[in-house]
């Protein structure tokens, strides 16, 4: 199942978030690597950064995030949605179904 997580910036924290950066970044690195996540980043003004996560489970997405050093030591606060995609632009045949085989290691690669 697929999964929206919304990573808000907390201002007060900012000074910890720009310290603990590195450490968020490799986490973000490990779990595209992992094929755990699709996408990940900010939005323009920076409140926010939004991950498309694969996961068995709300409870699973919810602890996969969590472990985001950002959101383990305090600095942003999350919210995970379950997200059901139909629908991927210029695909060309390509199904969802198939982008979450791919991530996870059960089907070719695109």
């Given at each position: 199942?697929?999964?929206l997580v919304?990573?808000?910036?907390?201002?007060?924290?900012?000074?910890?978030?720009?310290?603990?950066?590195?450490?968020?970044?490799?986490w973000?690195?490990?779990?595209?690597?992992?094929g755990?996540l699709?996408?990940?980043?900010?939005?323009?003004?920076?409140?926010?950064?939004?991950?498309?996560?694969?996961?068995?489970?709300?409870?699973?997405?919810?602890?996969?995030?969590?472990?985001?050093?950002?959101?383990?030591?305090?600095?942003?606060?999350?919210?995970?949605?379950?997200?059901?995609p139909?629908?991927?632009?210029r695909?060309?045949?390509t199904?969802?179904?198939?982008?979450?085989?791919?991530?996870?290691?059960?089907?070719?690669?695109l």
């Amino acid at each position: 199942m697929w999964y929206l997580v919304l990573s808000r910036s907390l201002p007060e924290k900012e000074e910890l978030k720009q310290r603990n950066y590195d450490d968020h970044r490799d986490w973000l690195e490990q779990q595209h690597r992992a094929g755990r996540l699709l996408f990940s980043g900010p939005t323009s003004d920076r409140a926010y950064g939004i991950y498309v996560m694969l996961a068995s489970s709300l409870s699973e997405a919810e602890a996969l995030a969590g472990e985001d050093p950002h959101h383990a030591r305090g600095i942003r606060t999350m919210e995970v949605l379950e997200w059901a995609p139909h629908r991927a632009f210029r695909m060309d045949g390509t199904t969802i179904a198939d982008v979450e085989a791919m991530a996870t290691g059960n089907g070719p690669a695109l």
